[in-house]
């Protein structure tokens, strides 16, 4: 079979099982296989497959008819300028949250050794971004699941990034500070929207990581205690909510918060600045 030809094949096989962009996603099952670029699959699409890649590649097709990430199948994905391993204990990471980590950068350039703490890490992507992009920053990773904190640890031995990881549950608190950032990305879905989302969200990806009641005035609360003067709060919210988690950090304190627009132009990240050391 061809390169051309398996494309095709799988490409029919996701559209009929109701993907968007199947041709895409059959692309980048090809190239994990043959450990090659989506761009030269199209460069040599005569290229003869073996026997091993085509059964192969039915078993990934037929994993992600059934809807199962494209993560977990790969096994991987990229975040940033990081590959990140993933798989059903953390979710997958999204683009949108490539926004909260320029928005850390931006509020600890300046700093050239900042304490950083991120809530929730999942599989580390946070974390292991701002410890990539900003070599001086000392950065912890929190979270209340053993599981998640095995891969943010497998991520973290193969990027070669320091970051401290900790299991810890928020609602407790958080780890003594002061730090200069506080960022999070915590589970933000209600209990009722959970049945609308799409199935490689609502039947995949942990439960816990998704739908998170008062995680986010939790963050917002504890990091009052917890962040030096000037130190800074950034979160991720969801889609029509940033107004409401504005209010919340004026109402606790927090002063100039801002609210910056993911890539799709939704109003994503609320941050605000502490100014008194607790």
């Known amino acids: 079979m061809t390169v051309a030809a398996a494309l095709a094949g799988a490409s029919e096989r996701l559209a009929a099982a109701g993907l968007e962009s199947p041709r895409v996603g059959a692309e980048f099952l090809l190239a994990h296989l043959l450990a090659t670029s989506r761009s030269e699959l199209l460069v040599h699409p005569d290229r003869m497959l073996s026997d091993e890649v085509v059964v192969e590649l039915e078993r ?19 975040f940033r300028r990081l590959t990140l391993k993933v ?12 926004i909260v980590v320029e928005r850390c950068l931006a509020r600890i350039g300046h700093l050239d050794a ?4 991120d809530v929730g890490t999942g599989s580390g992507a946070i974390a292991l971004a701002l410890a990539d992009e900003h070599p001086g920053a ?3 990773a929190m979270d209340a699941s053993a599981d998640a904190l095995a891969v943010a640890r ?3 031995l193969g990027t070669r990034l320091a970051v401290e990881l900790v299991e810890w549950d928020l609602f407790t608190g958080l780890p003594a500070g002061p ?25 995949w990806e942990p439960r816990a990581a998704l739908v ?7 963050v917002a609360h504890y990091a009052l205690g917890a962040l030096r003067a ?40 609320v941050e605000g600045v502490t100014t008194t050391d607790y």
């Not at 953390?90 to 949250?97: G, H, I």
């Not at 900042?114 to 703490?117: I, S």
């Open 60 to 78: 990934l097709v037929a994993r992600r008819e059934r809807r199962e990430p494209l993560g977990y199948v790969l096994g991987e994905w990229g």
């Open 87 to 98: 798989d059903s204990r953390v979710l997958v990471p999204r683009p949108e949250t490539e």
């Open 114 to 117: 900042p304490r950083v703490l």
């Open 138 to 140: 000392r950065v912890t």
């Open 154 to 156: 497998e991520n973290a």
């Open 179 to 203: 730090w200069d950032l506080v960022v999070s990305n915590p589970p933000y879905v209600r209990a009722d929207e959970i049945d609308f989302l799409e199935p490689e969200v609502r039947e």
């Open 212 to 218: 998170g009641e008062g995680a986010t005035e939790a």
């Open 230 to 269: 000037g130190g800074a709060l950034v979160l991720e919210v969801a889609d029509g909510d940033a107004e409401r988690v504005s209010a919340l950090l004026r109402d606790l304190g927090y002063t100039g918060v801002t609210v910056t627009r993911d890539l799709s132009g939704r109003d994503r990240v």
